[in-house]
């Protein structure tokens, strides 16, 4: 019987070992291949499926502005019965991809907090509502201060109240907040301006419980606004009437949803049965140009939300101020 050679064992040995490392290495560069391939296949998908929601939101931005110019070509007033107020469904684009739902809100159915400040002074009127506003809503009347505050810090202002006549020119300016001259040299921002209810985190005591109370009722636009008496809560037209009782307000709401629509400012007005009222204290009017769109993309994998705010002028297509897209 013939013996092996030790120097064949060994190289048979050998190729055993080096077919294992070469099917090894193949395996890990498959399984590379693979997992880029994987890799590339759900990139593919996942930027599939951000266009399709982009197109989404864009869809229901143009279906809003629509909505809010085909309204106001149909007639003068903002009703809670008009096309805007219903809410916006588009169908998904494909596979994976979800539907746009959303809705849009009339913003001067609350009150502006731009409105405590009136041509670069503070309005103490508009002051006063918005802290009985506070009361109704239960918010801390300290808070609704702290509020306030923050708010009037982030625009320009001029102490002199309205309506007073300047000082002349002396020649002379101290620099002071008290000198003649600084009358009529507003005082400058101290604070961010504010775009929404959300940059009032900031504010001490503010939390997102709070900000969730207010929202249904406050907001914060770029200019002064009046509120719209056939979109307003009670609670809103309690705060903006003075005198006006919150259950009066509840009775004139019901009456008003019930498809009795206020026609004009003299019409709510004469419907408050309130006299004693001097009529350039009641900013209530029937119609509104500013509105917020709140939407989102929910798809398989991920949700994509929009805030926007639009603006509708009596002329033109309604136009986006800002908007915000978030997953």
Sequence with gaps: MTARSPTAAKQRGMAIISALLIAAVVAVIAGGMLTRQTLFTRGLESEQLRVQGSWQLQGGMEVSRQRLWEDRQRDVLTRLDQN?????QLAALGPGAGP?????E??????????????????PLQIENFQRLCELLGVNATLGQRISQRVIASYPRLLSPEGTASPVNSGFHSGRDTSPEAARKPLLAKQPMLRSLD???????????????????????PANTWVNGNTASAEVLAATVPGLALPRAKALIAERDSGQ????????????????????????GI???WFRLQGQVRG??????LLALLHRSEDNMPRVIWSRVGV
């Design 84 to 88: 805007w107020a219903r809410p916006i």
């Design 287 to 289: 119609t509104s140009e």
């Design 106 to 123: 009339d913003e001067q159915s609350k009150f502006n907090l731009r409105n405590l400040l009136a041509n670069d002074r503070l309005d």
């Design 100 to 104: 746009f739902e959303g809705r849009l």
């Design 261 to 284: 629509w206020f026609i004009n400012q003299g019409d709510f007005i004469n419907r408050l049965r309130m006299p004693q009222v001097p009529a350039d204290a009641v900013r209530v």
């Design 300 to 305: 398989e994998r991920r949700r994509v939300k």
């Design 199 to 221: 940059d009032l985190l900031g504010v001490n005591g503010v939390d997102e419980k709070l900000l969730a109370r207010l929202e249904p009722f406050v907001t914060i636009l």
